[in-house]
């Protein structure tokens, strides 16, 4: 359960504003979700917090605000917000300001457990490291006791941009749009190809 609850999209719906009005929301809630991360020190996964396009949400541009300074936010194609760990921004009250194209309440922010970076070639151990870490971090996310009643996930998704080919060692996998790799094949395998870099690596679990 812990795990379709946290790896993929947690959900914070924005409230409803004027098509004029900025979205602000309080630095505090992304400070206390980074600070887990930073806590356990993961070497190869991360917690990526991005704006949905679902429903046509565009943002045109960002900001982070105190009452005394304003700094811009960094905001990707695919409308990640890069979000800085900073406990003066937490003690200031800081807030994150997101210029939206047409109406708020019809965007929402996804919460995403993902590997860091992602390439081309992952031996067996590589791989089992990233889906250890998913699994530590998403543990610390969900908190005593609901921690040590949770299943591990089922493997990793590997989230292509289009057509890819997955090599499992000498087999070839054609595949479009996402490769679920089960935690069994993982075990079994010893070398991962694919034909360009998955766009995103996360955690897969069963329902």
């Keep these: 359960m812990k795990k379709?609850?946290?790896?993929?999209?947690?959900?914070?719906?924005?409230?409803?504003?004027?098509?004029?009005?900025?979205?602000?929301?309080e630095y505090q809630g992304f400070y206390q979700r980074l600070k887990q991360v930073n806590k356990g020190n993961?070497?190869?996964?991360?917690?990526a917090f991005s704006v949905s396009k679902a429903n046509g949400c565009h943002v045109n541009s960002?900001?982070?605000t105190t009452e005394k300074d304003s700094f811009p936010l960094t905001i990707t194609k695919d409308q990640r917000l890069f979000l800085p760990y900073d406990s003066q921004l937490k003690s200031d009250r800081?807030?994150?300001?997101?210029?939206?194209?047409?109406?708020?309440?019809?965007?929402?922010?996804?919460?995403?457990?993902?590997?860091k970076n992602t390439k081309q070639e992952y031996s067996q151990s590589e791989l089992q490291q990233v889906?250890?870490?998913?699994?530590?971090?998403?543990?610390?996310?969900?908190?005593?006791?609901?921690?040590?009643?949770?299943?591990d996930i089922a493997g990793l998704n590997l989230e292509f941009?289009?057509?890819?080919?997955?090599?499992?060692?000498?087999?070839?996998?054609?595949?479009?749009?996402?490769?679920?790799?089960?935690?069994?094949?993982?075990?079994?395998l010893s070398r991962l190809k694919t034909s360009v870099p998955p766009k995103v690596i996360s955690p897969w679990t069963a329902k």
């Design 131 to 151: 889906a250890a870490e998913m699994n530590a971090l998403l543990d610390r996310m969900q908190g005593f006791p609901m921690r040590y009643f949770a299943a």
């Design 62 to 64: 960002g900001t982070i």
């Design 94 to 115: 800081a807030l994150i300001n997101l210029d939206v194209q047409g109406s708020a309440d019809t965007c929402a922010i996804a919460m995403q457990v993902r590997a």
């Design 4 to 25: 379709q609850l946290l790896f993929s999209c947690i959900l914070l719906g924005f409230a409803s504003a004027s098509q004029a009005a900025p979205i602000s929301l």
């Design 161 to 188: 941009d289009g057509d890819a080919t997955v090599y499992i060692d000498d087999k070839a996998i054609p595949v479009t749009g996402t490769y679920r790799l089960t935690t069994s094949e993982l075990n079994g």
């Design 42 to 47: 993961y070497q190869l996964v991360e917690l």
